[in-house]
Nanobody, 124 residues
């Protein structure tokens, strides 16, 4: 079992930056591929970024490429999402997810564990 707790969500202005964190506990962190998804009100959950467990390959949704960076610190059992050049359309609940030895899939159903999310709101 893996417990995931997100933090760092806030109200930000367009063009600004935020850094989200997701702290894992309950099991060894290193074998898990980690991902961020987001869900806006009334919309489906969308893939944002993933970082693999083995060689830290990174994958991004087209909508965030060049603006967001995913990283992980295995010593701290934490994955991060650095978000720059924020846009109002980035407003959503951001969810952290974990898949044991995953490939970095953009499909939410591949992930076994989920956090409760942290809210990001971007004003224009």
């Amino acid at each position: 079992q893996v417990q995931l707790v997100e933090s760092g969500g806030a109200l930000a202005q367009a063009g600004g930056s935020l850094r989200l964190s997701c702290a894992a506990s309950g099991s060894s962190f290193a074998p898990y591929t980690m991902a961020w998804f987001r869900q806006a009100p009334g919309k489906e959950r969308d893939f944002v970024a993933a970082i693999t467990w083995t060689d830290s390959n990174r994958y991004y949704a087209d909508s965030v490429k060049g603006r967001f960076t995913i990283s992980r610190d295995n010593a701290k059992d934490t994955v991060y999402l650095q978000m720059n050049s924020l846009k109002p359309e980035d407003t959503a609940l951001y969810l952290c997810a974990a898949e044991w030895r995953g490939t970095g899939s953009a499909y939410g159903g591949a992930y076994e564990y989920w956090g409760q999310g942290t809210q990001v709101t971007v004003s224009s």
